[in-house]
C-alpha cells in the first residue's frame, strides 16, 4: 500500500516542500530511502523502527521503500523521521487520516519522543506560503512556528500522541503564542553610544551611517577607540520592524542560535 505525507526542506533560509512517499509491500525484507537522503536521513530507518516499536505499534517486515520527492532535491537532517513513521503506520494500515493540507516535521528518538528541529521558521512561513492551514513540529519548536500567522501549529511530544491525534482519540489542542514581537524591556548593553567621550567626527559618521543603513569602516591604531564605538553602536538602533524580526530570526533558525527561552528576535546587534 503506497502512502503520501507532505513534509520540508530547508534551502539556505528558504523552505522547500518535500513529498515523503511510503510504499509496503510483499517481498524481501528491507528499508529503502531514495531521493538524494544524506548519512542523517538513512539513519532515519532505525530512530523510525525503533520508535514505532516503542510506541505500541507494530512495525511492518516488509519490503519498504520510501522516496523523498523531489528527486534532485538534497535531503538533509533528522526532520523527515516523524513523517516516514507517520507514512510508515499509514501505508500499513495501522493509521486513516487526511494530511493533504497538513505539513509534519520532527526528529524522533528510539523511544518515539519528538525532538528539535532545525529551521522550523521558514518551513512554517513556506507552509503557509503553499495554502497548507495545519503544521506538526516538536513541542519544543511550537513557539517559533507560531510566529507565522494563519496556520494551526500543534506541538507534538510523541509519535504516540500524534496518531491519537489523527485518530480523534486523544485531540491536541493548537499552540497558542503567549508574545508578540515587542520586548518587554529594552536590551541592555555593556556600553551605551551617549557614554562615548571624544571621537565626535567618528561618532556623527557612525550615526549617519545607522540612520541610513550604509556599510562603514573603521581604521585606525589600537586603541584609538573602534571596538568600544562598534560595540556601543547598537544602543542607538532601534527595534526591528516585524518583517525584518522574522528574516533575522529565519537566519537564527536555521542556524540553531535561537536562545531558548526567546523564539524571536526583535532587536539589533
Known amino acids: 500500500m503506497l ?75 533528522p526532520a523527515y523521521d516523524l513523517p516516514i513513521a507517520v507514512g510508515l503506520l499509514m501505508a500499513s494500515e495501522q493509521l486513516t487520516a487526511d494530511l493533504s ?11 518515539g519522543m519528538v525532538r528539535h528541529t532545525n529551521g522550523v521558521l521558514p518551513m512554517a512561513a513556506l507552509a503557509r506560503e503553499k495554502g497548507f492551514d495545519t503544521l506538526f513540529v516538536p513541542a519544543s519548536d511550537a513557539p517559533e512556528a507560531a510566529l507565522v500567522p494563519a496556520l494551526n501549529v500543534y506541538p507534538i511530544e510523541t509519535l504516540f500522541a500524534l496518531v491519537m491525534h489523527l485518530q480523534q482519540m486523544q485531540p491536541i489542542a493548537p499552540y497558542r503564542p503567549m508574545h508578540d514581537f515587542t520586548p518587554e524591556t529594552a536590551p541592555s548593553y555593556a556600553t551605551d553610544f551617549a557614554e562615548v567621550r571624544g571621537q565626535e567626527h567618528v561618532k556623527r559618521a557612525l550615526e549617519v551611517a545607522t540612520a541610513g543603513q550604509h556599510n562603514c569602516l573603521m581604521s585606525g591604531p589600537p586603541g584609538a577607540g573602534k571596538t568600544l564605538l562598534a560595540r556601543s553602536l547598537p544602543s542607538i538602533k532601534p527595534n526591528l520592524t516585524l518583517d525584518e524580526a522574522l528574516e533575522v530570526t529565519r537566519i537564527y533558525s536555521v542556524n540553531d542560535m535561537l536562545p531558548a527561552e526567546m523564539p524571536y528576535i526583535t532587536w539589533k546587534c
Open 3 to 77: 502512502a503520501k505525507v507532505t513534509s520540508c526542506a530547508v534551502v539556505g533560509l528558504d523552505g522547500a516542500l518535500v513529498d515523503v512517499e511510503v510504499d509496503v509491500s510483499n517481498g524481501q525484507i528491507g528499508f529503502t530511502i531514495v531521493g538524494l537522503p544524506d548519512a542523517a536521513v538513512q539513519e532515519s530507518r532505525e530512530r523510525v523502527r525503533g520508535a514505532i516499536k516503542n510506541s505500541s505499534f507494530s512495525y511492518p517486515f516488509k519490503r519498504i521503500c520510501v522516496n523523498l520527492a523531489p528527486a534532485d532535491l538534497r535531503k538533509e537532517g
Open 101 to 111: 493540507r497538513a505539513l509534519i516535521i520532527g526528529e524522533l528518538s528510539l523511544d
